[in-house]
Nanobody, 123 residues
Framework: VQLQASGGGSVQPGGSLRLSCVVS????????TCWSRQTATKEREFVAA????????VYSNSVKGRFTISRDKAKDTVFLQMNSLKLEDTAVYYC?????????????????WGQGTLVTVSS
């Protein structure tokens, strides 16, 4: 399974970015997807998840109301729309998928990871 994340870049506070993650090579028919992020000084943290069934996304409190996760099942692509970006959103963002039944907001449950895309928010 390969995950290709893209869309990172530099933006000023208050700006927006849209991340994409294309999933390929999967052998399972259903999977949950999440975005997480990591900085040099902090452990990787959960950001948002999109369950395969139900389509009810889950967000961390730090991004709720500002970020939106969505999915195009036909194209095996997951998006993260990030609005009202803050300085503290600066991080490498990773997409991941899992086919198991573990909680979608626990990143330890995810089996396959992309390479990460850097988001820098600075003035």
């Amino acid at each position: 399974v390969q995950l290709q994340a893209s869309g990172g870049g530099s933006v000023q506070p208050g700006g927006s970015l849209r991340l994409s993650c294309v999933v390929s090579g999967r052998t399972f028919s259903a999977y949950d997807t999440c975005w997480s992020r990591q900085t040099a000084t902090k452990e990787r943290e959960f950001v948002a998840a999109m369950p395969w069934r139900g389509d009810r996304p889950v967000y961390s409190n730090s991004v709720k109301g500002r970020f939106t996760i969505s999915r195009d099942k036909a194209k095996d692509t997951v998006f993260l729309q990030m609005n009202s970006l803050k300085l503290e959103d600066t991080a490498v963002y990773y997409c991941a998928v899992k086919s198991n039944s573990g909680s979608v907001d626990q990143i330890r449950n995810y089996e396959y990871w992309g390479q990460g895309t850097l988001v820098t928010v600075s003035s």
